[in-house]
């Protein structure tokens, strides 16, 4: 009987340590204003995602060819967004396809 109880309490400490980890995880917003992302450099979370949000009155693209992330959002007109999540820890050079001096760097921490 010891044993179940033993079990059981470990099965609920695991539920919550998963439960807090998915709740850990975090969404940063970056804007796409004037040709430009809105910030240089944003450090995340192993896990967190990062929306990019149009704000100009024509498309902009979202894409990275770094290791640690390598993706292709697409292009985007105003008021729309996109969301990346970064699985991997590392630097990671974001730029739009369109606009090739919009750049920035998100860094990704364990
Ligand atoms: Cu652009």
Do not use: W
Request: aromatic content about 10%.
């Amino acid at each position: 009987m010891k044993t179940y109880i033993k079990l059981f309490v470990l099965f609920i400490a695991h539920v919550l340590l998963f439960t807090t980890a998915v709740l850990a995880q975090e969404t940063h917003k970056v804007g796409q204003k004037n040709k430009e992302f809105t910030t240089d450099k944003i450090v995340v979370k192993k896990g967190d995602s990062v929306e990019f949000v149009n704000e100009d009155p024509f498309f902009h693209n979202v894409f990275s060819l770094s290791d640690a992330a390598m993706f292709d959002l697409g292009s985007f007109p105003q008021g729309n967004s996109k969301k990346v999540v970064f699985e991997e820890s590392g630097e990671v050079e974001v730029e739009c396809a369109i606009h090739p001096n919009m750049r920035m760097t998100v860094v990704v921490e364990d």
